[in-house]
């Protein structure tokens, strides 16, 4: 168990829809990374909150954005849904902005019919 | 061209056997990781590394930073070990803590 916590586990919604996406990094970790795992790309780099801030941008599309709360937790939020969106998605913690040692949540299926 | 690169990109093996798994990058990079996910999706860290070597249990990492490469060896090796491992880099120092992925190397131990 690395500490960190997704929900849901299974999301299956339909095209067109809005979900949002829930992880609480480990107990005293300020930095939370949001990945995207679809079949075709691998694991994809979306976004990075550090103790509340946007701290860097990946391939996140405009549809797709994110927060972090003054508790830590993070949301990914994902509007306009579309076939192609159906993926797993991973967060993960770390200490540090830096990223060294990361802690991946258990990820959240998404399934968009 | 990936910046991370895995070889082979599927493996199966018998019980027992010395299994290898590379990955090459093309960036500058201040620590590589080393990561497993089981086919129920769970990604788990096994290694970080930024230079040498590093060992725990069955499992052995190497990096040279000068060829830019790394291997991930499992010593006699067993059905649970039948997992993806993934090689992801973080860039050089000053850079954004994000990792880069390459795409898995699928393992298969058969008994």
């Known amino acids: 168990d690395s500490g960190v916590t997704q929900t849901p586990k299974h999301l299956i919604t339909a095209t067109g829809q809005r979900v949002t996406l829930r992880c609480s990094p480990r107990s005293g970790d300020l930095s939370v990374y949001w990945y995207q795992q679809s079949l075709d790309q691998g694991l994809q780099f979306l976004i990075q909150?550090?103790?509340?801030?946007?701290?860097a941008k990946g391939n996140i599309l405009e549809r797709f954005s994110a927060q972090q709360f003054p508790d830590l937790h993070s949301e990914l939020n994902l509007s306009s849904l579309e076939l192609g969106d159906s993926a797993l998605y991973f967060c993960?913690?770390?200490?540090?902005?830096?990223?060294?040692?990361?802690?991946f949540g258990p990820g959240t299926r998404l399934t968009v019919t | 061209k990936n910046e991370v690169e895995q070889s082979p990109q599927n493996l199966t093996a018998q019980e027992g056997e010395f299994i290898t798994i590379n990955c090459s990058y093309s960036?500058?990079?201040?620590?590589l990781h080393w990561l497993q996910q089981h086919p129920g999706g769970g990604i788990v860290s096994l290694f970080m590394?930024?230079?040498g070597k590093k060992k725990h249990g069955r499992l052995i990492a190497t990096i040279n930073i000068q060829e830019k490469h790394s291997s991930l060896h499992i010593t006699a090796s067993h059905p649970r070990d039948s997992a993806v491992y993934i090689c992801a880099v973080k860039g050089a120092e000053g850079s954004q803590g994000n990792l880069i992925f390459g795409k898995g190397t699928k393992l298969s131990v058969k008994p």
């Open positions: 590394l930024s230079s």
């Open positions: 909150y550090y103790n509340g801030e946007e701290r």
């Open positions: 993960a913690s770390s200490a540090s902005g830096r990223g060294y040692e990361q802690y």
């Open positions: 960036v500058g990079i201040s620590a």
